[in-house]
């Protein structure tokens, strides 16, 4: 599967901004396990969001949790990831990621470790101003 992030750009402290993530290149996405990571400059690459297979369990970082939803629509094979109340330390390259193991309790792997995804997209610059 091939992923394509968007919805990246400048956003001022506080404010919010919704990134998508499309996939393609298998009709199976459906049961694909989506999430998304980021990178900051200087800093290691860092687990944010996932999602199961048809979208009934997710799971959060902590830093993340309350202010930051991922939804998918299978229908368009996109994931979204709906981010609220940024901060300025929520700058970063978000990646999106994808497993293909038709997880639908998010209890096969642990989702939080990079090595649990087998697609990555190229990643979206977010940027948040004071």
């Known amino acids: 599967a091939q992923l394509v992030e968007s919805g990246g750009g400048l956003v001022q402290a506080g404010g919010p901004l919704r990134l998508s993530c499309a996939a393609s290149?298998?009709?199976?996405?459906?049961?694909?396990?989506m999430g998304w990571f980021r990178q900051a400059p200087g800093k290691e690459r860092e687990f944010v969001a996932a999602?199961?297979?048809?979208?009934?369990?997710?799971y959060y970082s902590d830093s993340v949790q309350g202010r930051f939803t991922i939804s998918r629509d299978n229908t368009k094979s996109t994931a979204f990831l709906q981010m609220n109340s940024l901060k300025l330390e929520d700058t970063a390259v978000y990646y999106c990621?994808?497993?293909?193991?038709?997880?639908?309790?998010?209890?096969?792997?642990?989702?939080?470790?990079?090595?649990?995804?087998?697609?990555w997209g190229k990643g979206t610059q977010v940027t948040v101003s004071a």
């Open positions: 999602i199961s297979a048809a979208g009934r369990v997710t």
């Open positions: 990621v994808a497993e293909s193991g038709a997880d639908y309790g998010l209890g096969q792997k642990n989702y939080q470790q990079a090595g649990a995804y087998e697609f």
């Open positions: 290149g298998n009709a199976f996405h459906s049961q694909y396990v």
